[in-house]
């Protein structure tokens, strides 16, 4: 099964009543501003995810901006959304797509195998012409799911530090950041000595959509990872977790193993003052 759905696709089982369980993973820094977006406009049929307090955990030095959940949180979450083991989940966002592989990525990770990600989120929705609604979204049905977390490959602080030196460390920021030449969300600038930079935006086009899969691999060999390159020899990671998912999704609908996700990210990594960061290229 694909990690993507298209916007065509999504159209057309929504209208005809089959579209599954959809969540709209809508996100704002300002108090409740992301439920109040997704009940001015969102997809028909959708119900509110917010990415903030049903995706990740506390947030802290220990642990990163946003950490894995306590499963409790996402046994809540699904509880709350009606997830069923016999409908398919389609996640989706405004556009930029970070939210929808947060979202694409913890399902996983707590054990559901059908989730895609709307290829461009809501911004593709309105350019293809679809409508959207307001209020509160769909009501949820009972949920019929029992979450199984550890079902996608974690890597935790002490697996980064002590990985061999034959471990392809991936950071998906963007290119300034990874640099040192720019940072405004964590407490120092760089990235962990040893990693290579594979920039999120590099598997997406410029409206935000999915490049090919030949593409993508393409842009991996590159790098000197291809199919054969296997997980326990890929750790990924961005700042906080949602640039690495982003990638993460790309990579398997590529036919690329998933990596390990660091997901405290830089975020955690620059948080410990013993930590050695790396600047440059």
Request: glycine fraction near 12%.
């Amino acid at each position: 099964m694909s990690n993507f759905v298209s916007v065509a696709d999504l159209a057309g089982a929504v209208y005809q009543g089959r579209g599954g369980t959809l969540l709209g993973c809508y996100w704002r820094p300002e108090e409740n501003a992301g439920y109040r977006k997704f009940s001015s406009e969102h997809i028909p049929t959708a119900l509110f995810c917010d990415p903030q307090t049903a995706l990740a955990g506390v947030p802290g030095s220990a642990d990163g901006r946003n950490p894995l959940p306590d499963p409790d949180i996402v046994m809540h979450a699904f509880q709350r959304w009606g997830i069923r083991i016999d409908r398919p989940i389609v996640v989706y966002d405004e556009g930029r797509g970070l939210f929808a592989a947060r979202a694409w990525w913890i399902l996983r990770w707590a054990g559901l195998r059908e989730v895609r990600i709307l290829d461009g989120g809501l911004a593709e929705w309105f350019r293809q012409g679809h409508k959207v609604l307001g209020g509160p979204g769909n009501l949820a049905q009972s949920c019929t799911v029992r979450i199984n977390p550890g079902q996608m490959p974690v890597a935790t602080m002490a697996d980064v530090q002590e990985a061999a030196d034959d471990v392809i460390l991936i950071d998906t920021r963007e290119p300034e950041r990874f640099a040192g030449e720019r940072e405004v969300l964590d407490l120092k600038a760089g990235h962990i000595p040893g990693a290579i930079n594979i920039p999120n935006r590099d598997v997406l086009r410029e409206d935000f959509t999915h490049r090919s899969p030949e593409e993508i691999r393409q842009r991996f060999a590159e790098a000197g990872i291809g199919p054969e390159t296997p997980t326990q020899k890929m750790i990924i990671y961005s700042g906080s977790g949602n640039h690495s998912a982003q990638v993460i999704a790309a990579m398997e609908e590529a036919g690329l193993q998933i990596p390990q996700h660091f997901v405290g990210g830089w975020s955690q990594w620059c948080a410990n003052r013993k930590s050695p960061v790396e600047r440059g290229y």
